[in-house]
């Protein structure tokens, strides 16, 4: 016996993802409903390379009574508004959507992190995933953490395109094709060109200089992990289309080679270590498109702090930053509290 899930928001970037990680890992379902806008309805996504076409249904009428799990990437509006009427309804919301991250009454999780957090979700139905580039950083923060106490971390992401939804992506492509082309570039999605550039500035600014974004790594580092680690973000979107990337500095309470780190990388949940020190022995965004990992490179000491370490962190942010993540909240809600048969 197994779940009815709904897919909501199915016809974008990371609802379709949705669908593919759904099939791919043979999550026990009864029953997928694809859900999207009213402009959606009826149009048709596949439910991963089945080959099993499903028509899409309209949020505003869609009832999930009867629903198990509601996996939601359609934005912090919709969330808003639809996620406590499926709660209400008993369906259990993982939702993708900054909106519900920062509630004291819903847990925010990272399965390979704080899967405990996970009992807490009654309280309102709503379990929420983290933004894509914290999802990473924490994976890779996590078993460092647990062996010599994280005191302060610096990072700066490289993030593509792909984060920013259909729209970044088209625009990306458009724009280095009018380069080649010698067509004027116009600049729609984002507030600079991003062919052949980089910018630094993702979501809105904030009175203290620092962008929605960077606010949004401090405190779901802190809520997800520990809330005394001290953390400053830059966050770069950069013109790579799928795959986020990020330089991270550490500084811990205790000692810890980079021989250690490298050991206990190795071994840890989720993580893929490629630290090989000569050309090409490190990954970058293109050879982690499609995998589920999160890989990291380039483990060196830092030697301008007493116990600092440095890294390189990849990852699939449609995948481990999204869509996967959701999945596997959803994996996790079922082995621990929606069992069936």
């Given at each position: 016996?197994?779940?009815?899930?709904?897919?909501?928001?199915?016809?974008?970037?990371?609802?379709?993802?949705?669908?593919?990680?759904?099939?791919?890992?043979?999550?026990?379902?009864?029953?997928?409903?694809?859900?999207?806008?009213?402009?959606?309805?009826?149009?048709?996504?596949?439910?991963?390379?089945?080959?099993?076409?499903?028509?899409?249904?309209?949020?505003?009428?869609?009832?999930?009574?009867?629903?198990?799990?509601?996996?939601?990437?359609a934005?912090?509006?919709?969330?808003?508004?639809?996620?406590?009427?499926?709660?209400?309804?008993?369906?259990?919301?993982?939702?993708?959507?900054?909106?519900?991250?920062?509630?004291?009454?819903?847990?925010?999780?990272?399965?390979?992190?704080?899967?405990?957090?996970?009992?807490?979700y009654?309280?309102?139905?709503?379990?929420?995933?983290?933004?894509?580039?914290?999802?990473?950083?924490?994976?890779?923060?996590?078993?460092?953490?647990?062996?010599?106490?994280?005191?302060?971390?610096?990072?700066?992401?490289?993030?593509?395109?792909?984060?920013?939804?259909?729209a970044?992506?088209?625009?990306?492509?458009?724009?280095?094709?009018?380069?080649?082309?010698g067509?004027p570039?116009?600049?729609?999605?984002?507030?600079?060109?991003?062919?052949f550039?980089?910018?630094?500035?993702?979501?809105?600014?904030?009175?203290?200089?620092?962008?929605?974004?960077?606010?949004?790594?401090?405190?779901?580092?802190?809520?997800?992990?520990?809330?005394?680690?001290?953390?400053?973000?830059?966050?770069?979107?950069?013109?790579?289309?799928?795959?986020?990337?990020?330089?991270v500095?550490?500084?811990?309470?205790?000692?810890?080679?980079?021989?250690?780190?490298?050991?206990?990388?190795?071994?840890?949940?989720?993580?893929?270590?490629?630290?090989?020190?000569?050309?090409?022995?490190y990954?970058?965004?293109?050879?982690?498109?499609?995998?589920?990992?999160?890989?990291?490179?380039?483990?060196?000491?830092?030697?301008?702090?007493?116990?600092?370490?440095?890294?390189?962190?990849?990852?699939?942010?449609?995948?481990?930053?999204?869509?996967?993540?959701?999945?596997?909240?959803?994996?996790?809600?079922?082995?621990?509290?929606?069992?069936?048969?």
């Open positions: 016996m197994g779940y009815r899930v709904a897919v909501v928001g199915a016809t974008g970037n990371v609802g379709r993802e949705m669908m593919q990680i759904l099939a791919e890992r043979e999550f026990p379902c009864d029953e997928v409903a694809a859900v999207a806008s009213p402009r959606s309805t009826g149009s048709e996504v596949e439910f991963g390379d089945t080959g099993r076409m499903l028509k899409c249904k309209n949020i505003e009428h869609f009832d999930f009574t009867g629903y198990d799990i509601a996996l939601f990437s934005g912090g509006g919709p969330a808003k508004e639809y996620a406590p009427k499926a709660a209400a309804q008993g369906c259990v919301v993982i939702d993708n959507s900054s909106y519900w991250r920062m509630d004291p009454d819903v847990p925010l999780i990272v399965p390979e992190v704080n899967p405990d957090a996970i009992d807490g009654a309280k309102k139905n709503i379990i929420a995933n983290p933004n894509c580039s914290t999802a990473q950083l924490v994976v890779a923060l996590k078993p460092l953490h647990d062996a010599a106490t994280i005191k302060r971390v610096v990072v700066s992401t490289y993030q593509s395109v792909s984060g920013a939804g259909k970044g992506m088209d625009e990306l492509f458009e724009q280095s094709r009018a380069i080649f082309v067509d570039v116009e600049a729609k999605k984002f507030t600079k060109q991003i062919a550039n980089l910018i630094p500035h993702i979501d809105v600014f904030l009175d203290d200089g620092f962008t929605k974004e960077e606010w949004k790594m401090t405190v779901e580092t802190k809520k997800i992990l520990d809330p005394k680690i001290k953390l400053t973000a830059t966050c770069v979107r950069v013109p790579v289309f799928v795959g986020h990337s990020e330089a500095s550490i500084e811990f309470a205790n000692e810890l080679s980079a021989k250690d780190a490298q050991d206990i990388l190795r071994e840890a949940p989720g993580i893929m270590l490629i630290d090989k020190r000569e050309d090409g022995g990954v970058t965004p293109i050879e982690c498109v499609g995998d589920g990992a999160t890989y990291i490179s380039r483990v060196r000491e830092d030697p301008t702090v007493e116990n600092g370490l440095h890294l390189w962190c990849v990852s699939d942010n449609l995948r481990k930053g999204a869509a996967l993540n959701a999945v596997q909240i959803a994996e996790l809600l079922g082995r621990r509290h929606l069992k069936k048969g």
